[in-house]
């Protein structure tokens, strides 16, 4: 079956550069959520996205930003990074929504970003 | 506030014996789902089960299984028989159905090494 798709799966940055991750869902999925996972942290949320609207929002930095698009796919956009901004990016699809019954959020396997 | 609390930071067991999991959580909504997500070293979370609020029957699944208790508001997972392959960390999550933010809550996780 199809999963979630990350990419890259690996970024290496500079400070005060930025980075743009992308998340692929799960065919028919239409909600995504972006976590950010710090070493030996548990994820945290950042942002989701339903229908290319966001949904929610959470300790996403000022510095970040993040968008859904007309096919699905979404993109995370950092700039101005910091050597905090080090940790596992995870991107997460279901088909549930706003306001519906939950549905399962299946991930993908995360882009490490490294902050030098 | 939703809170996801594993008391277990790190357990150590030989390969064949018995391991529970420690999940307890706070929510003031009625509905609520529970998760548990398996992270191996290497990287990605693994969906394993989900569990709707209303719905308090134990679950088994090979050598795994859960147990939902409102009363206690505990969702324990046991690995029976444990193998190496079973190392890893494992993360119990919540997510509320109402107020549209299906955002997971995760716990700090509990690694699980598994010794042959």
């Known amino acids: 079956a199809a999963g979630v798709i990350q990419s890259p799966r690996h970024l290496i940055k500079e400070k005060r550069e930025t980075a743009t991750l992308k998340c692929y869902p799960i065919p028919r999925h239409d909600t995504v959520y972006w976590y950010q996972q710090g070493p030996g942290q548990d994820p945290q949320f950042l942002i989701s996205f339903y229908e290319k609207m966001q949904s929610d929002k959470g300790s996403i930095p000022d510095r970040f930003s993040a968008q859904q698009f007309s096919d699905y796919h979404s993109e995370l956009n950092m700039s101005s990074l910091e050597l905090g901004d080090s940790a596992l990016y995870f991107c997460?699809?279901?088909?549930?929504?706003?306001?519906?019954?939950?549905?399962?959020?299946?991930f993908g396997p995360g882009t490490r970003l490294t902050v030098l | 506030a939703q809170k996801v609390t594993q008391a277990q930071t790190e357990i150590s067991v030989v390969e064949k014996e018995d391991v529970t999991l420690d999940c307890v959580y706070e929510t003031r909504d009625t509905t609520y789902y529970l998760f548990w997500y398996k992270q191996p070293p290497s990287g990605e979370l693994v969906f394993l089960i989900r569990r709707n609020s209303f719905d308090e029957q134990n679950e088994i699944s090979g050598r795994y299984s859960w147990n939902f208790q409102k009363s206690t508001s505990s969702f324990n997972f046991t690995i029976t028989a444990s193998q190496v392959v079973d190392s890893a960390v494992y993360f119990c999550?919540?997510?509320?159905?109402?107020?549209?933010?299906?955002?997971?809550?995760f716990g700090k996780g509990t690694k699980l090494t598994v010794n042959p």
């Open positions: 997460a699809s279901s088909s549930g929504a706003s306001g519906r019954e939950s549905d399962t959020q299946y």
């Open positions: 999550a919540l997510s509320e159905a109402q107020g549209g933010s299906e955002k997971l809550v």
